[in-house]
């Protein structure tokens, strides 16, 4: 198993990721180095006011924006990281592991690594007006429905982990308040002392791993799955959830390659090698070999999920 140290150096390295944008409001458009794992709405407070004198009403409030790319309104619900993954067609970063098995601190490693440039920085759109009621549910002026949905994102994930959502829900009002802030201003520091609340917990046994797994798709049907349930997300995207131990057998670590291959044998027939398909995770190629604990602990987004991408090979 990869030491305390070891997933504290991956996660730094995850939390320093960042993209650099383009946001075009015509006429013109603004250029900002983004952390991956922060959300678009907190954006829209500095955008509304660099585009002030642009704006055809402006009187219009800055949290009616919403973004697209290619037409595709984004979700603001999901990472910016997970957003660029899924839409942005760039070619994940890969590495060529020296070590023959399972070691995690190689297989980690490649998060480290920046997605290709031809496809940076990332082009997006900013709109004031015709809000998409269908896709996406309407922001209020208090940032609350933002909260709320990061909020709801990690109750889930308590639950997921540990068979209950007792950690998120005993939580004190200010620590609750400096989870929230920790996002906003995007602190390691500030959000671990809260976060490590939530994963270490006295007596509490780790069941499974918070894993959302996104399959690229041209059309609205569901996969279907021994274990687990999916659904339609926008622009054309499938997500698989499903209840993946941190163990196989009651002793042995579960690999990413043996949870895929459970879920989705289709595209993943072999637990060690890739052969049809690839699992992306901020904006890498992750081993098969990679070990789930290890990849939740150090690599999971800021909602405790590990937002796992697929991407075709060829």
Sequence with gaps: MTNTQDINTIQKAVWAGSLPLEIRLSPSDCRIQYPR?????????????????????????????????????????YPVGVLYDLFSGADPSSHKHTHKGADAVEALAVLELDNAAGHLPWRLVLHFTEWPEEQLVRLD??????????????????????????????????????????????????????????????????RNIPIKIYLPSSSPETIATDTGTTGTAAGSLKVVQSLITPTVSGKEPQTLGTALHNLLPSLFPHRRTPILARAVLHGAVLPLTAPVEEVMRGAAYADGWVHLGVVMMG
């Design 37 to 77: 794992l922060s959300y678009l709405p907190f954006l829209l407070d500095r955008l509304h006011a660099f585009y002030a004198s642009s704006l055809i009403n402006p009187e219009v409030p800055a949290h009616e924006g919403w973004f697209s790319f290619e037409g595709v309104p984004l979700k603001w619900h």
């Design 141 to 206: 002026v208090a940032g609350k429905v933002v909260e709320d949905a990061f909020i709801n994102s990690v109750k889930e994930a308590d639950f997921i982990r540990f068979g209950t959502a007792k950690g998120i829900m005993s939580l004190s009002k200010d620590d609750s308040n400096q989870l929230w802030e920790a996002v906003k201003a995007h602190d390691l520091p500030l959000f671990n002392a809260i976060h490590e609340k939530l994963l270490q917990r006295p007596g509490a046994n780790l």
